[in-house]
């Protein structure tokens, strides 16, 4: 690990929210490739450490690995979060992999109406507005939040559960 | 066109209630249990086989929500028509026939989809039992900058004002201790240095108005001394109230 990952390293480690690679590029004054690179080397660094690198789409933080939750929570006892319905995970699911989506799409899945599950979740922080559709009315588009990842003990989107079924073709069929 | 996702797209109450029971919350995941009892495979199971079961099953249901109920039923329609269609194999089939062999096929493409996001739906669940958390760093007196505004004194009042109504008067006959407001901040100040509490859930622990007023008038008092921050990350959001490192 060079001194630029070390650096971002420390930036992460003292900063109480997730930061965005552009704020990464200002506080060292690198380019966005470069700090692009020296993210990935701090990933790998950190592997088998009790610390991770967690990413949500632009958003980079640390955070504990999942594994040791419970080691973290009998030391520390932080606050963590209620449990959520059956339709609220299956909602989760569909924003996660379909983000950005709209309310209307999420209710053609399930096949229900979805309006307070989704307010439920977006008052959890678990997913929050990300844009507008271009259809009629511009519908809210949803998208997941770093809380998501944190709560699911995720590093990034990419580690998302994937279906075992076969056939399950989730993201080709994401449309606005 | 007018499938029941078409249906559920429509505005329904926002009062309707998602309750997570084995209860069935739409045609969709009734057919699709269903489907999985009959047949591994959705695509080689035939609908107008679950018809009856389908049936059974919601004539056994009470559906208060009449708009929930045409749902159900509508679906019921469709499949008494497709296994009407199949009892009478051989003649070559009108468009009405032919269109719903089509849509046939778009319920096992919609059934399929919802199975595998209800998959990674459990596998979400299972996380969560797990409680395989990922923990953020703490706040700490490193402050990112951009992210909360100074406080306004008026957010705090406004913020007591919004629960006082929510804690009992005080009785007449006093059971409960009497604070003082040294007290208060001194039970305070011991809680702060374990870490931040949240200004309305330390307001709500109070058991009667007048405990409520003194934790408010302590939390103003250390605000006062400076001896706390206070941090707000948005409007109407959470109040977060924070011992301050003396001399950090």
Known sequence: MNDVSAALEAILFSSNRPLKVRELQQAIDADRNSVEGALESLREALEGRGVMLMRHHDEIHLATRPEFASAVRRALRPEVSGRLSQAAYETLAIVAYQQPVSRARIEEVRGVNCESVLANLELRDLITEVGRGSGPGQPKLYGTTMRFLQVMGLESLDNLPTPKSEGAELSARASG | ?248
């Open chain 2, 1 to 248: 066109m007018d499938s029941p996702a078409a249906g559920a797209g429509r505005t329904l109450g926002a009062a309707e209630l998602t309750v997570s029971t084995p209860v069935f919350e739409g045609p969709l995941e009734l057919l699709l249990a269903l489907v999985e009892r009959e047949e591994v495979d959705i695509f080689k199971v035939s609908l107008a086989k679950v018809t009856d079961a389908y049936l059974a099953e919601i004539a056994s249901r009470e559906i208060p929500d009449p708009q929930e109920m045409a749902e159900f039923l509508w679906m019921a329609a469709r499949l008494l028509l497709l296994k009407s269609m199949r009892l009478l194999p051989g003649e070559t089939p009108n468009d009405e026939e032919t269109e719903l062999l089509g849509w046939e096929d778009e319920v096992r493409q919609r059934l399929e989809e919802y199975r595998a996001y209800k998959e990674i739906a459990g596998e979400l669940l299972e996380r969560a039992v797990q409680e395989s958390f990922a923990f953020p760093p703490p706040a700490r007196p490193v402050e990112a900058g951009g992210q909360e505004q100074a406080l306004d004194v008026d957010i705090l009042v406004a913020a007591f004002n919004s629960v006082l109504a929510r804690i009992p008067p005080r009785p007449i006959v006093v059971q409960g201790r009497t604070w003082t407001l040294q007290e208060k901040l001194d039970l305070i100040t011991d809680r702060l240095r374990d870490g931040p509490i949240e200004l309305v859930e330390l307001i709500l622990e109070s058991e009667d108005r007048l405990e409520a007023v003194i934790t408010f008038v302590a939390v103003l008092e250390l605000v006062r001394r400076s001896a706390v921050r206070v941090r707000q990350k948005e409007r109407f959001g959470p109040i977060h109230v924070e011992w301050r490192e003396v001399g950090a």
